[in-house]
């Protein structure tokens, strides 16, 4: 849901976007929150004097890297939006290595990004279930992926469905930055290799301190 309102360009949700408990899993995308978004349209954001209010967005004007293990992020000074991500799951065939790499704005978001699932690998989400550390979630929302026999629930939205999902995760962690109603993610090629949430706030409390905020408008950026 963080990754939908970014992408749409919100600078401000109802708490009553917040009451379930937990936020509801759905088909595993953000598929339905951008529908539910682009419904409910979207109105100028003003400030206390009727004025409209400039989403600003932060920029980048030098490398920030943060690696741990052979897994990095690295955020790169760019003229605009970009995201690059990268998998490797080498004991699950059907996977693999994958690479999803484009400009982000609000269309490609919703066509290309928002649609794609989470993913698990069965027999690792078996051995939670069995020791009772996992419930709730159903291949009517999520894509299980086994080691030995691929897809149990076919057919993908997409050929490199798993690592498009992946850069959603990055989007909506880096809705984290986001702050006084403006734009967090950066003005940037954020590039991503075998990320996860964890390496992700991680870099967000890296890179703080290390961008400074720029006059783009969020419509014009993403």
Wanted: contains cysteine.
């Amino acid at each position: 849901m963080c990754a939908a309102a970014a992408a749409r360009a919100l600078k401000s949700v109802s708490r009553a976007a917040f009451s379930w408990k937990p936020i509801p899993l759905l088909d595993g995308s953000a598929q339905e929150w951008v529908e539910a978004i682009r419904g409910a349209g979207l109105c100028a954001a003003k400030d206390s004097n009727g004025q409209k209010l400039e989403k600003l967005a932060p920029e980048i004007h030098e490398p920030v890297y943060l690696q741990k293990s052979d897994c990095f992020i690295a955020a790169l000074p760019s003229s605009r939006i970009r995201v690059t991500c990268g998998i490797y799951f080498p004991k699950v065939p059907a996977i693999g290595c994958q690479r999803f790499a484009t400009v982000l704005d609000a269309n490609v978001y919703s066509s290309k990004i928002a649609p794609a699932r989470t993913f698990c690998v069965f027999e690792e989400v078996e051995k939670l279930r069995v020791a009772g550390l996992i419930k709730g979630g159903s291949l009517e929302n999520a894509m299980v992926c086994s080691m030995s026999g691929g897809w149990l629930n076919p057919p993908l939205r997409f050929e490199d469905e798993p690592c498009r999902h992946k850069s959603l995760d990055l989007i909506g962690d880096f809705s984290l930055l986001a702050h006084n109603g403006n734009q967090g993610f950066p003005v940037a090629h954020v590039v991503a290799y075998k990320a996860g949430h964890t390496l992700h706030t991680d870099f967000l409390r890296h890179l703080l301190g290390r961008s400074t905020v720029g006059q783009e408008k969020l419509a014009e950026q993403c």
